[in-house]
């Protein structure tokens, strides 16, 4: 693929799964306050932590080959049977772990049931393993389409299929069996969708060591990422129980809707096109630079309009029995917010064989938050827990990007000032309308939307001189397909 390809692909993958993302996000919002109305806090915590503990172990299917096999130009028969075969030994050999282990973890965190959830999930832990191969393939292809749409389309079947078995079984066993049931239809939608067909006889031993090379590195800094982005959640569920795990964890999954929605879906499509493009500093500045204005210029607005509405968005549209999630909500979106901006380096670290520095960051982080948190939430609880989260990722954010700017110049300071004014800019109004509607929650959500989107947009625009209009222009017409993407990129 040349140049101009290469870019229209990386204009066109981001696009997709940002769309994608946000029509599977959308419905997983919604459905998870059916689900929140339905089942209860405690429900959650052992859906949570019974997932964390299927996390731990997950990491090492297959050591992480997957972005080694991206990166890869070795002939792509041997290179998929190869990593076909790693994959599979690897995953057999996890989920039986994870199965024996499963009583230990049920007394670590005091409560027998997560035996049981834990033991079924190996299920859901060998699919995901047995998933990742055709998945390889198709974002090695720069298949971003095909992608979206089976991803999407297994949130939408997770969804229905938790809300359905919560209706009938009201219990925590919805939240288990529903990931379940879409990870079954990913494995087939995945693998009739490759041609791919491994054979034993072209696995190959040098692509294997050359592989493992890559991705210890990789494998070393998700570990410690891991840790460093669950340890929250054991500690909660260690020191204040259950209940509070689900507590936490809805605020938690709330405020990081905004790497969910923006970042993830960006990252996830960049990384192949940052790997095509790592030896061009220029491009590879141009890029990045588009994708932090795209994800800034949504995220920032989205954090100011959850922080000045939390009270609204939990009462409303998840109910009382999860107030008191509230404060720890206003508090988690920042970290949200820092999180999401963060995240976007990681694909360029990885793009040009500097992701040890992801992992020194995150061993910073860890080291400097566990014993910290531990000891905010036994004297502070859920809100101690919150604050020493966020408040110790601000300078791990800072890092990330000092770090960055030792490998591609980029310039983002006016356009971070700009959009953070507009943010600003939009309390007063926002406050103004609560003030006067306070009774009318619902119409509080729907006019400080409205008005404060108005707000931010036209400020944007402004200062921009009209470059905002034109990046969604732009963005609109992509999805419409009634651009030359080549003219897109180079603007």
């Not at 190869?82 to 973890?105: K, W």
């Not at 999407?152 to 919560?166: D, G, K, W």
């Not at 210029?297 to 000045?308: E, N």
């Amino acid at each position: 693929m040349d140049s101009n390809g290469t870019a229209a692909s990386a204009i066109k993958g981001s696009i997709y799964f940002l769309v994608m993302s946000w029509f599977s996000t959308g419905i997983n919002f919604l459905i998870n306050i059916l689900l929140a109305r339905i089942l209860f806090p405690e429900d959650f915590g052992i859906s949570s932590i019974s997932f964390t503990v299927i996390g731990i172990f997950s990491m090492f299917i297959g050591f992480g080959l997957g972005p080694g096999v991206i990166q890869s130009q070795k002939e792509k028969d041997r290179l998929f049977s190869t990593f076909f075969f790693i994959e599979l030994a690897t995953t057999i050999l996890i989920s039986s772990l994870i199965f024996g282990l499963s009583g230990i973890f049920a007394n670590i965190f005091m409560d027998s049931r997560i035996q049981l959830t834990i033991q079924v999930l190996t299920l859901y832990t060998f699919l995901l393993g047995f998933n990742s191969i055709p998945k390889t393939y198709l974002m090695k292809e720069l298949q971003f389409k095909k992608v979206t749409i089976i991803e999407s389309s297994s949130v939408i079947l997770n969804l229905i299929s938790s809300l359905i078995l919560a209706l009938l079984l009201k219990s925590y066993w919805s939240l288990i069996c529903g990931p379940i049931i879409a990870i079954i239809f990913r494995a087939f939608a995945y693998w009739i969708s490759v041609p791919v067909f491994p054979k034993i006889s072209k696995f190959d031993r040098e692509i294997f060591r050359i592989l493992i090379k890559f991705a210890l590195p990789i494998l070393s800094a998700s570990i410690v990422i891991f840790w460093a982005t669950h340890i929250d959640d054991m500690v909660v569920a260690q020191i204040l129980g259950l209940t509070s795990l689900g507590l936490y964890s809805l605020a938690f999954k709330i405020s990081n809707y905004l790497a969910t929605l923006i970042s993830h879906p960006i990252s996830t499509a960049m990384y192949p096109i940052y790997c095509k493009i790592q030896d061009d500093k220029i491009k590879l500045q141009a890029a990045f630079e588009q994708n932090y204005k795209r994800v800034l210029t949504i995220t920032v607005f989205i954090t100011f309009y959850i922080l000045i509405n939390a009270e609204f968005i939990i009462s409303v549209l998840f109910g009382d029995k999860w107030l008191v999630s509230i404060p720890i909500l206003q508090i988690l979106v920042f970290e949200g917010f820092l999180r999401s901006l963060a995240s976007i380096t990681g694909s360029v670290f990885q793009a040009i064989n500097k992701y040890y520095w992801i992992f020194i960051t995150s061993i910073i982080y860890l080291a400097i938050m566990a014993p910290i948190m531990i000891i905010s939430t036994i004297y502070f609880g859920l809100f101690g827990t919150a604050i020493s989260v966020t408040i110790i990722y601000i300078p791990i954010f800072l890092i990330s990007y000092l770090l960055l700017r030792k490998y591609i110049k980029f310039n983002i300071l006016r356009d971070s000032i700009i959009r953070l004014l507009g943010a600003f800019l939009t309390i007063p109004p926002m406050l103004l309308i609560l003030y006067y509607l306070i009774d009318y929650p619902l119409l509080i959500l729907t006019f400080n939307l409205l008005v404060a989107l108005a707000v931010y947009s036209l400020f944007v625009n402004y200062c921009t001189k009209g470059e905002f209009w034109k990046e969604i222009k732009d963005i609109i017409n992509i999805i419409l397909k009634r651009e030359n993407s080549k003219e897109n990129y180079r603007s």
